[in-house]
Every structure is written in structure tokens, then in C-alpha cells.
């Protein structure tokens, strides 16, 4: 894995501690800390899913220019 990959897990993992942190010393009743807990982790999930598909497709350009140099030598 590349240092944009671990970085990118570290940042991650980072926010959802910092989230998981804020929501539980928060002065709100627990109904209302899960819903926002569980709203933040959904909006995470999907940012996570996006960044795993940018990464995806940087892996794949990076494959095909060194198949493609491959090729012309």
C-alpha cells in the first residue's frame, strides 16, 4: 500500500475517533447521540467508499501507463 492509501485509512480512522469522542461527552440525551453517532457513520461510510473508488482508479491508470511503457520497450 502506498503512503496515500495509509494516510488515507489514518485520516479515516482518525475522524471517526474524533466524531465517536465528540457525540459521546456531548450534552445530549443517548437517543439523541446514537441517531447523530449513527448519521455521522453513514456519512463516513459513504466518504470512505468514494475515496476507496478514487484510489481504485488511480490504481488502475498507474497500471496501464506502466503496461503501456512495458509495451514500448
Known amino acids: ?3 496515500k492509501g495509509r494516510f488515507a ?3 479515516v480512522v482518525g475522524a471517526v475517533a474524533g466524531v465517536i469522542a465528540g457525540l ?4 445530549k440525551p443517548g437517543k439523541e ?3 447523530d453517532l449513527k ?3 453513514r456519512d463516513l461510510k459513504e466518504g470512505a467508499a468514494g475515496k476507496v473508488s ?3 482508479e ?3 491508470e498507474a497500471a ?3 503496461k503501456d511503457e512495458l509495451n514500448k520497450g
Open 24 to 27: 459521546l461527552t456531548a450534552p
Open 9 to 11: 485509512i489514518g485520516a
Open 1 to 3: 500500500m502506498n503512503s
Open 33 to 35: 447521540s446514537r441517531a
Open 58 to 60: 488511480d490504481g488502475r
Open 39 to 41: 448519521k455521522k457513520a
Open 64 to 66: 496501464k501507463k506502466m
Open 54 to 56: 478514487d484510489l481504485r
